[in-house]
């Protein structure tokens, strides 16, 4: 069976030669003080990566709490910005002007420096405005806002589209809801062939299915909690054609 326990200091190799933090502590749906303590407490039990977005309205809290951090006692590793990776994402594909404006919005509304991670949250908008928030993504990455660029919820189709257009830069990374009750192997299959790496949120399907026959039985049979057994087996689903980097946002 494939790895069933993922050390937070672990990271995941992207198609550029960059890497990224292999687990991210997602900040959806938290705002404000739990934001911020959600992350400082995150930082302090080891994780190094936060995946926050546009649409989740924390982006100032997350990076509040990661400068707090590294400036605090409880670094005890002496740790720097650059070991530190932080994401976000594009609220909405439209012309390259507006998503390039909104790139600049959220690098500093973070107050980090620099966003090392930066998405299309969705394929929402057609053909055109993806393609052209894709530049501005681009650019951005040219310019030192951000350092990796990748793509959220996009299909197959959305993704060949891209490649098509023959961009600059190729997305590193495809963040998708996949787990052993969503597999979508279509999608994992195209991103093996193109060096794409899945980035799955939602791994532990929101703590919803922990107490599903199956997932119990296997569970019992490898020895382990319904909570670690479900990132195995989603290691295992992408490790089935070939091995294939991952990296999650539970």
Not at 13 to 40: D, F
Not at 142 to 170: C, F, M, T
């Amino acid at each position: 069976m494939a790895q069933n326990t993922f050390p937070l200091a672990s990271r995941t190799k992207l198609a550029n030669g960059l890497s990224m933090p292999t687990i991210h502590l997602g900040v959806y749906l938290t705002s404000g003080k739990e934001t911020y303590q959600a992350v400082r407490w995150a930082l302090e039990a080891g994780y190094r990566g936060v995946d926050s977005a546009q649409m989740y309205h924390n982006e100032k809290e997350s990076g509040k709490a990661v400068l707090d951090f590294l400036s605090s006692q409880d670094n005890v590793n002496s740790l720097k910005r650059e070991d530190i990776h932080f994401t976000s994402k594009l609220a909405s594909n439209s012309s390259y002007d507006t998503a390039r404006k909104a790139i600049k919005r959220s690098v500093k509304e973070c107050g980090l420096g620099y966003i090392d991670l930066f998405l299309l949250h969705s394929p929402y908008g057609g053909k055109n405005a993806r393609l052209e928030s894709w530049r501005a993504v681009e650019d951005a990455i040219n310019d030192g806002e951000v350092k990796i660029g990748g793509v959220s919820n996009y299909g197959v189709k959305h993704l060949q589209e891209l490649l098509d257009s023959r961009p600059r830069i190729a997305p590193m990374v495809n963040q998708i809801e996949v787990h052993p009750f969503n597999t979508r192997t279509d999608i994992t299959s195209f991103c093996q062939q193109h060096n794409i790496v899945i980035e799955a949120y939602a791994p532990l399907v929101r703590a919803l299915k922990m107490k599903h026959p199956t997932i119990v039985a296997l569970s019992k049979k490898y020895s382990c909690t319904p909570v670690s057994f479900l990132p195995s087996a989603l290691q295992f689903i992408l490790l089935v054609e070939k091995p294939m980097p991952v990296a999650g946002v539970p």
